[in-house]
């Protein structure tokens, strides 16, 4: 575009930022990205200073970059998808989107606690033994923060929690079930074999 080069070096602001992780979270919530994708490319626009540098993040997304550079100003763009902005997505979504949806958010989210959890525990581990810093539980609050912030951009409830807890609940009893299924026949095809 002409005239882009000109506002790539325009600093982002922290609203700017979560503007763009949120929408980049859109795009994971419909499916088109992965976890993988949706962690290396939320990680590259929470780091990001630069309008080029959020332009790489949003590479072969719908709509594109959700910021512009404006006569030296950086402008949001409410919605880069052209299928919300021109109302064309179903009113409610499928049961079955929304199931891979929780489940997929879900995942990610734990994921991203138990790497969470390690980061502070390690940080704590080393401002207490290396530094020898008296004031190293001061880490274990700012926890309850940094968990909130996964669960922000992943628009991930306390209600979808509780769903998800169930969700994999009962998929471990399916499993299980499908297990001693599988065990049983097992055993009724060797006492077949060992009749004959």
Excluded: C
């Amino acid at each position: 575009m002409p005239g882009e080069s000109d506002h790539d070096d325009l600093l982002l602001s922290d609203d700017e930022r979560m503007h763009a992780l949120n929408l980049l979270g859109d795009h994971y919530a419909a499916g088109r990205l992965d976890s993988a994708e949706f962690y290396d490319r939320s990680a590259d626009v929470a780091s990001a200073r630069t309008l080029a540098a959020i332009r790489e993040p949003f590479r072969g997304l719908p709509g594109g970059v959700p910021l512009a550079g404006t006569d030296g100003h950086v402008r949001k763009i409410a919605s880069p998808d052209p299928a919300v902005q021109a109302g064309d997505l179903p009113a409610t979504p499928t049961p079955e989107a929304e199931l891979a949806s929780l489940r997929s958010r879900g995942s990610l989210v734990e994921s991203l606690d138990w790497v969470i959890i390690g980061i502070t525990l390690a940080v704590f581990l080393v401002l207490q033994i290396v530094v020898d810093w008296d004031h190293a539980w001061i880490v274990w609050p700012s926890l309850i923060v940094t968990l909130s912030v996964p669960r922000m951009i992943l628009r991930y409830s306390d209600d979808d929690e509780e769903a998800y807890e169930e969700l994999k609940e009962a998929d471990a009893k399916a499993r299980r079930k499908r297990l001693d299924e599988a065990a049983e026949r097992i055993r009724q095809l060797e006492q077949g074999d060992g009749k004959g």
